[in-house]
């Protein structure tokens, strides 16, 4: 089954971008997964092409016009998940991810400027608004390209070994181990000696733990849910800024 893309943007120029080299790039000849990008522009229904105006009770910047992305919206084939992106949306996550890969593709929205018509949400409410994290991007595209990416590695035939996706951060709550490579010695510092011991249950157990630990240092919002512990929000910001 090909994983089918639709990205709805006033740049379809920036499609497929860096997702037509490397390992996407090769999926997407091999049709692992097809790319229509549709330009927004084309469903104005003014003489200027109109897709913005002024937002309503002043401010800067523009916003994008519900009726404009509502006509591009509805005329792509139905039956894929729907996104728009938006720092205001709900941060995927990798387990959102691993969904979106094992369906039939996706449509996503790009939004620029502003953003868009809140009533879009209301009207068209199957959209799922989605944010790539906790940063301000100049334009949905780079947003959807990199959303984009974390599906297509994932489909069948796409990665080398198909194991290096299932140990990786986030797949058991938790961040990945540090990774090491030749030479033994650089720079005076040393690959830690358990990695050359060759005893894989060690090896193993030594993994887990690192990975433990810089979950619990860097991402406190992943280990709370990992360990299951108590939310304790005064003690928790009172270690991180000691470390
Ligand atoms: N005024 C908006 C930001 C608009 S940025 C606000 O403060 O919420 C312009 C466009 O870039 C957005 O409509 C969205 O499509 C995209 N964008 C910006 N940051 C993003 C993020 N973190 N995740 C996903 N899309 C983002």
């Known amino acids: 089954m090909t994983f089918a893309a639709t990205v709805i943007t006033l740049y379809p120029e920036m499609f497929p971008g860096p ?14 997964w097809s790319l229509e990008a549709v330009q927004l522009r084309d469903f104005a229904t003014d003489r200027h092409r109109t897709v913005d105006d002024t937002p309503a009770g ?77 940063i301000v991007l100049s334009g949905g595209e780079p947003a959807a390209l990199a959303l984009l990416d974390a599906c297509i590695r994932l489909l069948p035939g796409v990665m080398g070994a198909p194991l290096s996706g299932a140990e990786e951060s986030f797949e058991e709550g938790l961040l990945e181990y540090p990774q090491y490579t030749r030479p033994y010695e650089w720079e005076g510092r040393t690959i830690p000696e358990v990695l050359r011991s060759g005893d894989h249950a060690k090896i193993a157990a030594w993994r887990k733990a690192m990975s433990e630990h810089d979950t619990r240092l860097r991402r406190p919002d992943l280990w709370e849910r990992y360990s299951g512990a108590r939310a304790r929000p005064a003690s928790g910001a009172q270690r991180e800024t000691k470390d």
Do not use: H, N, W, Y
Request: aromatic share 4%; charged share 25%; glycine share 14%.
């Open 58 to 134: 002043g401010g800067a910047g523009m916003v994008l016009k519900a009726d404009v992305l509502a006509a591009a919206l509805d005329s792509v084939e139905p039956g894929r998940p729907v996104f728009a992106m938006t720092p205001r949306g709900k941060p995927v996550d990798q387990a959102r991810v691993r969904q979106l890969a094992a369906g039939p593709g996706i449509t996503i929205l790009c939004g620029r400027f502003e953003g868009f018509d809140e009533r879009i949400f209301d009207a068209r409410p199957t959209i799922e608004q989605v944010s790539l994290g906790d």
């Open 19 to 32: 997702l037509g080299v490397s390992l996407a790039g090769r999926a997407l000849e091999r049709g692992d």
